[in-house]
């Protein structure tokens, strides 16, 4: 269940009343720790002791050796099953802190209030929780919902230009799987800030959940929520391991442009399509130079993608504006060509 907090954070507040947890605990990163963490302190009203754990920010720290460490302060402070996280951050908190809850003594409850753009419109929805693994992208997780998500959109004011636009990326991704109307919606903005894009975020959010709700364990139509990804997560390992770190949505953005080139060569849109979606998301996202990535490697890990099968390559490509293939499987000659196509625009 989604809910959109008032400024009191009362509905917080209903439910931490409503339940008997023995202890809660707060995971942060050192940015939400600053920026955030007073903001909740600051409304939370509840006799439950609680503490905080911290962890440092970014995607190198959502890793089994920072779950280890977390179940072992856990384990220190004597959790027991009735105990709560509340994670307090964006994508890598919400993939992070849902992992340990529901690993930690086969499963604890867990809440979360995103705290970014894309964690309010994607990674805290849906049920997903992992970590990566030798740079693999959410190779390790599991599928257990939050008890609830709890959204503050004024924390969007705390964030960077930078992690607004990451975010922008699925909220595009959305509308260009599910919902024609909310694409255009986003493409007419002219700014990305705040106040434009708020009053768009409970339409991002509720695509995702209906897509979610009818699939949860992804076996068919939530893989339309790939689009853009697979090729995005390659892109985004290979710069992890490079240490030229980029954020998740510019990854998903370069992604998208690839994989709607990628959705004309298979014949699934037109040509004018294809250019129009990369006209629009190249308006918002700067280019990212992929060329000194060797071609292998990024079949490496395209090849490893989790929702492969057979050693295939399984897409999620458009088939208009506004709708969605799944387990697509194109030739590794358009799949170079999709690449290549990106490499050769470096002048948008």
């Excluded at 856990?74 to 009735?82: I, S, V």
């Excluded at 964006?90 to 604890?108: E, L, N, P, Q, W």
């Excluded at 708020?198 to 709700?213: G, L, T």
Aim: proline fraction near 2%; charge should be negative; hydrophobic fraction near 40%.
């Amino acid at each position: 269940m989604i809910t959109i907090l008032d400024e009191n954070f009362s509905q917080l507040n209903q439910f931490m009343t409503g339940k008997s947890f023995s202890k809660v605990f707060i995971l942060v990163d050192e940015n939400t720790h600053e920026y955030c963490l007073p903001t909740l302190l600051g409304n939370l009203e509840t006799d439950i002791a609680f503490e905080i754990l911290e962890i440092e920010a970014g995607e190198e720290m959502k890793n089994i050796q920072t779950a280890n460490q977390l179940w072992e302060i856990l384990t220190e402070m004597q959790a027991d099953r009735k105990a709560l996280i509340i994670n307090l951050g964006g994508g890598v908190i919400t993939d992070m802190g849902g992992f340990v809850a529901s690993t930690y003594k086969r499963g604890i409850q867990f809440i979360n209030i995103p705290t970014t753009l894309l964690s309010m419109c994607d990674a805290s929805i849906g049920g997903k929780t992992g970590i990566d693994l030798m740079h693999y992208k959410n190779m390790v997780g599991t599928f257990s919902f939050p008890e609830q998500i709890f959204v503050h959109t004024g924390f969007l004011n705390t964030l960077p230009g930078k992690e607004l636009k990451s975010g922008f990326a699925e909220m595009l991704k959305h509308g260009l799987i599910a919902d024609k109307k909310h694409w255009e919606d986003l493409i007419h903005l002219q700014h990305l800030d705040p106040v434009g894009i708020e009053p768009f975020i409970p339409q991002s959010m509720e695509i995702k959940q209906e897509i979610v709700n009818a699939d949860f364990h992804e076996k068919n139509v939530r893989k339309t929520l790939n689009f853009g990804h697979t090729i995005g997560h390659a892109i985004e390992s290979l710069c992890l391991q490079s240490e030229n770190l980029i954020l998740h949505g510019e990854a998903v953005a370069l992604g998208m442009i690839c994989e709607a080139h990628l959705s004309y060569l298979e014949g699934l849109i037109s040509k004018e399509d294809s250019e129009m979606i990369t006209e629009n998301i190249a308006r918002y996202f700067c280019y990212i130079d992929i060329t000194g990535f060797a071609e292998d490697k990024i079949f490496d890990l395209l090849l490893n993608d989790k929702k492969n099968t057979d050693a295939k390559i399984n897409f999620s490509l458009l088939s208009g504006i506004g709708s969605c293939v799944f387990d697509h499987q194109c030739s590794t000659e358009n799949i170079q060509k999709s690449i290549d196509f990106y490499k050769k625009i470096s002048g948008f």
